[in-house]
């Protein structure tokens, strides 16, 4: 079966001139699709014949809604979403002034094994499709009726461990007759993997691209970030660097607070030394407690914001949403799992 949503513009035309169809039928699918139509019967532009040809041959993929939760401080929505397979994946739309942005997940799970993260505590079940990738946003949007301008790639999983496929999610998001949604509206967030982040460059996106970094030493980063192990904190520097000299887009560095473990002076010191010259941007996050992690927030996010300032650091502390729901990473997958008995706490 053809996952039609997954198809490039080109690789759709293709498909439908197959078909024997005019060109202008490509055009019309693709407006369907993206408008989250969840039957052919309801492309009702086509001919009866091309829709029980389409039927036939393709899948149209509609998550369900398993589980939806309305934040009742600022009203932050939260997904989880079934898939075709029974696998779950979250997204969450947040409201802000400048528009409504959605959180996507870009795999099932993580394999990346961070140490604060609820997402990769079972490992990575598998990688998502771009029509999975794409359907967060459509059915988000046409769910809660609220139009999303902005989407950050900081959901479940490692958006470049899923390169080709958040390209191409990227390229049909983008597309005028599509959700139409503009690079700069977008943010890719990665733990630091340095080949990939090398080979995004080449493409020279207008998005912004955030680097999980959490401590600017190695010892700390490893305990953390197992990927830290094989590239270290130099290396990932030099890959941040270079990336701002290809593309000319300033990196927002992530930096989850972590009692006594992230948050001393000495970080702060030799992480605004890292920075010097790189125009990055600091966002400072106060840790969410996930309940199988010992590690806990700290206490000192705003002496550690203070003194990245006083170096000339541009800082910003994340403002927490949806603090009354399990807005962040993953936690209501891996709760959802715990209840059903899938998976015991480890
Ligand atoms: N894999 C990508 C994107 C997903 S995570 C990445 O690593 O960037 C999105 C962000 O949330 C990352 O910066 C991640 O490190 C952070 N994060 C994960 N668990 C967290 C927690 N418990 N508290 C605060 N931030 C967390």
Redesign the pocket.
Known sequence: MTDLKSMTRAELDAYVAELGEPKFRAKQVFQWLHRGVEQFDEMTNLSKALRERLKQDCVLTVPVIEQKQVSKLDGTIKYLWKLADGNCIESVVMRYKHGNTICLSSEVG?R?G?A????TIGGLIRRLQPSEMLDQLIFAQKDSGLPISNIV???I???LDNFETVLRFLELVNDLDGLNIGMRHISL???GLVDEIDKLATYQLQLTL?V?L?APDDETRSRLMPVNRSVGVARLFECCRHYFEVTGRRISY?Y?MVDGVNDHDWQADLLADHLKGTQGHVNL?P??D?RESPLKPSRRVAQFQQRLERRGVTCTVRRKLGGDIDA??GQLRRKTLLASGKESIS
Do not use: D, Q
């Not at 604060?116 to 997402?119: D, E, G, L, Q």
């Open positions: 993580c990346m961070c604060f993260c609820a997402s790639l900081m959901g999983g490692e958006p967030s990665t733990c955030s999980s959490h992530e989850a996050i840790l969410n996930v962040s990473c």
